[in-house]
């Protein structure tokens, strides 16, 4: 892991080619398995379809859906994915950085603007293809570091909150795994739309969580929330590790259960437990709701708005180098990650970035 360090503007490196084809550096794998199987490599660089956006990456973060598609679990993913291995040898969704060119078809960005996306063709190379609809500006006051942390976990964090919890001013929201990468979007979204927020999260994160706005925080380590008495009008899970039975014990009456997380075999992981809610719902005062993101640029547009009005700002634990995925990738899976890992770029682009500081909400 390195820590990120205040730095220059570095030299862009010279282009690489092989047989006159311009080459990029990139992290790729060829088979499903550990983090181990992440490399480093030179590939053909990618060319912009008529509606693409070619972007420079200067950060990338890393999120569970990467892991998934490391991992190739649960495998009922693979049929999504690719069986063998993943369709799409680029890891990563996350991306911030410059615009380098455009298909013919693009018609609002242009080379030079500073955008970030969720991109679904791979974001942990010096160059992405971003299509033009998924793209938005960077917001101006973040640093590309932190704006790769944004578009995955805050948009999941909003669509979760906003569309599936229907969160109202005044109502009792709890965050459970408030101190992760979408915790900790969650837990400053849902003070902005209005709410009082409690977070869980354990006794080394409760600092943080506090700092970031909660109004309240349980420690999981000495208080289980499904057993304080406790009432919440909307409960985001983002843990997934409460039977759902024990977290409608701590919903009012017609409270809302945003089922965002949970842990099942290597076959269907947490699909059981979607399963289940979906089904149980109708039978239930309370409304047992599962959420799956979409990338959305009116969404990404809406984190923009809240991140300038400074009702948000991205919190980060660490920033590794691109040669240094797998280890970042490593951290992530063992589900204690402290807020968003992120992915630097540094020395393949000429960016003039101040640099992040570890682990605030700055
Ligand atoms: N449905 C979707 O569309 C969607 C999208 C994105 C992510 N997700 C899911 O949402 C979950 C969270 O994602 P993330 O990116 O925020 O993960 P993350 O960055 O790895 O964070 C996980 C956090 O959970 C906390 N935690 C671990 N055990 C806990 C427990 N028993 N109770 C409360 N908190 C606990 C950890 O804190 P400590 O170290 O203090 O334990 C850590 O801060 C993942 O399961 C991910 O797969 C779903």
New binding site residues.
Partial sequence: MSNTAPHGRPETPPARTRGGDRMMRAIVQHAYATSDVLRLQDIDEPSPGPHDVLVGVHAASV???DW?TTSGRPYVMRAVLGIRKPRVAVRGRDLAGRVEAVGAAVTQFRPGDDVYAETTTGSFAELACVPEHLLALKPANLTFEQAAAVP??AV?AL??LRDVGEVQPGQAVLI?????????FAVQIAKALGADVTG??????VELVLSIGAGHVID?TREDFTRSGQRYDVIFD????HPLAACRGALTRTGTLVV???HGGPVFG?LGRYVRALAWSPFVTQRLR????KPSRSDLDAVTALIEAGAVTPAIEATYELADTAEAMRH?A????????VISMRGSHAASQPSTKETQNE
Wanted: aromatic share 4%.
């Fill in positions: 999120n569970h859906g998934f995955v976990a999941t669509q979760g459970n795994g408030a101190s992760g990468g979408v915790g900790t869980v999260c354990s006794t080394r994160n999981y983002l843990a997934g590790r965002a997380s949970g947490p599962v959420h799956a993101t992530l063992e589900e204690h990650a402290r807020a968003k890992i």
